[in-house]
């Protein structure tokens, strides 16, 4: 593919921001990348990885001359970094985001923006729960959903720009407005989350199990919890703290359905028990044939080694 950026500016380089350089220059989107992060170590590291082809000393320095910038930073910095750069971004300058809740990123941002830059918000539905930036890889993207939730006054060439980039970088694409976006992400990823951070933090609270025996049987279901547990807590405290109607919202659903079960249970109603564990398991084939994920039996790990 020919580059459509002269040159890609990233604020930001650990996970998302690392793996979009990977996947960039993997598809040749841009001629050259240049990269920022606040930490001299998070640079220097940068560096010494080489996905980027110069790593800036400061973000001003990094956006100069960018016909594109991406803030992959955590959602809560988004307001005082937009800030600091808004009078380096140049003409025609796209300004995105990767930001896993976008009401917020656009309340932030907008009040900075230069009239001659454009503030497009995108969130690539992929990571994992490692951080940094030794742990971002081209292929993050691939086959995975990236949602962009323009503004009205976006023009429409520039929105097409960073559809055709996300779908460089491997991704599908699909356009929603912020507002959808964060209820729809509070249900699928936002309230999970929270599950599995509760969930973990109750299994090791728990006076009657000791310790040992947690981390012994977790393969039993509680592992799967903490991996989605392992998640960053900076990233996931600002998503929180920015997406606060909808996951209260949708938590105040998922409680009553708790309750639901816990009432079943109680009173040994072994049909509404089924009924629930049905369905939720063709919500399961569905995302399967979707392609989001793997078939195969236990999310595709291999045979436990012979102890
Ligand atoms: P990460 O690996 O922890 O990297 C975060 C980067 O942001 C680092 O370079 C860090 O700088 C910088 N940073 C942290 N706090 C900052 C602050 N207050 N001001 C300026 N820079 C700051 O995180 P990530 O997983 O790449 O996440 C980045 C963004 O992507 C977040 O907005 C997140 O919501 C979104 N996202 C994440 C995932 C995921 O699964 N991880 C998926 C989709 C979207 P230093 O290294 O110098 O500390």
Request: aromatic fraction near 4%; hydrophobic fraction near 40%; include cysteine.
């Given at each position: 593919m020919s580059a459509m950026f002269e040159r890609l500016a990233l604020i930001g380089l650990?996970?998302?921001?690392?793996?979009?350089?990977?996947?960039?220059?993997?598809?040749?989107l841009a001629n050259e990348i240049v990269g920022y992060a606040r930490s001299p170590e998070t640079r220097e590291?940068?560096?010494?990885?080489?996905?980027?082809?110069?790593?800036?000393?400061?973000?001003?320095?990094?956006?100069?001359?960018?016909?594109?910038?991406?803030?992959?930073?955590?959602?809560?910095?988004?307001?005082?970094v937009t800030e600091q750069i808004a009078t380096s971004l140049a003409q025609g300058?796209?300004?995105?985001?990767?930001?896993?809740?976008?009401a917020s990123v656009i309340a932030q941002a907008l009040p900075h923006m230069p009239d001659h830059a454009h503030l497009i918000p995108a969130h690539p539905l992929a990571g994992t729960e490692?951080?940094?930036?030794?742990?971002?890889?081209a292929e993050l993207f691939d086959n995975r959903w990236c949602i962009i939730t323009p503004l009205p006054t976006n023009p429409p060439e520039q929105v097409a720009r960073i559809r055709a980039f996300w779908e460089?970088?491997?991704?599908?694409?699909?356009?929603?407005?912020?507002?959808?976006?964060?209820?729809?992400?509070?249900?699928?990823?936002?309230?999970?989350?929270?599950?599995a951070y509760s969930i973990v933090g109750t299994a090791s609270d728990l006076e009657t199990v000791t310790k040992s025996e947690v981390v012994k049987y977790s393969a039993s279901g509680f592992r799967d919890f903490t991996r989605i547990a392992a998640s960053d807590p900076t990233m996931w405290r600002d998503v929180?703290?920015?997406?606060?109607?909808?996951?209260?919202?949708v938590l105040g659903r998922v409680t009553e359905d708790l309750f639901a079960l816990q009432r079943a249970i109680r009173w040994g109603d072994g049909d509404t028990l089924f009924?629930?564990?049905?369905?939720?398991?063709?919500?399961?084939?569905?995302i399967v044939e979707a392609g989001q994920d793997t078939a195969h039996p236990n999310f595709g790990r291999g045979k436990p080694p012979k102890s």
């Open positions: 650990g996970l998302i921001g690392s793996s979009i350089a990977h996947a960039t220059r993997r598809a040749g590291t940068a560096a010494k990885l080489g996905f980027l082809d110069r790593v800036a000393d400061t973000a001003e320095e990094a956006v100069k001359g960018a016909d594109c910038v991406i803030l992959c930073v955590p959602v809560g910095a988004i307001g005082a300058t796209i300004l995105s985001d990767v930001g896993s809740v976008k490692q951080s940094g930036p030794e742990s971002g890889f460089g970088l491997g991704s599908q694409v699909d356009t929603m407005d912020a507002a959808h976006h964060d209820q729809v992400l509070a249900v699928t990823s936002h309230i999970p989350h929270l599950i929180f703290l920015h997406n606060k109607e909808a996951t209260l919202e009924k629930r564990f049905s369905e939720t398991r063709a919500i399961r084939r569905g």
